[in-house]
């Protein structure tokens, strides 16, 4: 039996990362939730994380940033990018930096669990 994914949730709103922790235990899944992308890179939790659900525009590090410091660090886990303020040069520069997806706030919840699915499968 393989483990449940531990999905990250980067979000410097408690709502949102309450919302989407809701979502992804009512569709099997297990989340972890993080305030911002500096206490994620903090927290030692990386082994245990399947994929990354991160906010573009956060105060400190933004979304694109955390994708960068991972990619300098290492990791290799996946990432999806949200935004409620979607630019077409926000959305090229999350996929050049290697999003699996980009999402626009407020999330379609079947196009979410899709991109989580294609993620970590």
């Not at 994914?5 to 993080?34: C, E, K, N, Q, W």
């Not at 990432?79 to 290697?98: F, K, W």
């Amino acid at each position: 039996m393989s483990p449940v994914p531990i999905i990250a949730i980067v979000d410097d709103d408690p709502g949102v990362r309450g919302s989407v922790d809701s979502f992804l235990r009512s569709a099997g899944m297990t989340s972890m939730g993080f305030s911002g992308a500096r206490e994620l890179l903090l927290s030692g939790q990386q082994a245990r994380l399947a994929c990354i659900v991160t906010d573009m525009h956060m105060p400190g590090m933004t979304g694109l940033e955390l994708q960068q410091e991972m990619a300098r660090r290492g990791w290799k886990h996946p990432v999806i990018v949200m935004t409620a303020y979607p630019t077409d040069e926000a959305r090229r520069l999350a996929l050049h930096y290697g999003a699996a997806a980009f999402l626009i706030k407020p999330i379609d919840p079947e196009s979410f669990l899709e991109a989580i699915e294609r993620a970590v499968a």
